[in-house]
């Protein structure tokens, strides 16, 4: 009887965590209320540190005109270990930032223009507008908004971005790498997708302006 309630308990605590989302930051009104009020000229200061990486230069994704919530949720999850990515040094530079310092520099890169594609995109997998009925696929835009300039509170601006790093965030959260997305929202959409109709995505991301 003892190791039926036992293994009774085990699944409901494996189910609680599996229910649990993939990052704790808690969209109250008062961080978001904060985020608003960011110090950008501060931010500015500490993206110094962060032009070496984020640049037109590197694999790294461009961070001017994204959204600050966005940039936000990253660095805590950064910070406490929801996002790892071993091939670069964001976990261990956002364990040296304060809350403070992750509101100020996302602040300042919001504020800067978006960055510009260079246009000519075509949507060849027709996913970004219709999605795939067939598949249960959603629509990109449905949540990246029509342009790609990013919804709500913790969905990226994709127009301009990198297509080779656009891929490679796809593919990571196809392969179940990468699981800082709020319950697994992006790897059930990546799932579903080729590695063909991956590509042809972020190509078509990164040309919108």
Known sequence: MKGILLAAICCLFNEAVMAEPSSLVAWTPDTLNRLKKGNAEHGKELSGTCAGCHNETNANPQLDGQLPTYIYKQLVDYKNGNRKDPTTA???LAS???????????AWYGQQAPIQGKG???DTTGIVFKGDGKRMEPSCSSCHGYSGQGEKVDTPRLAGQKADYLEKTLLAYKSGVRGNDIYSRMRLIASKLSDQEIKQLADYY???D
Do not use: E, Y
């Open 90 to 92: 964001m976990n261990g």
């Open 96 to 106: 040296t930032l304060s809350d403070q310092d992750m509101t100020d520099v996302s």
């Open 120 to 122: 000519g995109g075509n």
């Open 206 to 208: 990164s040309k919108l």
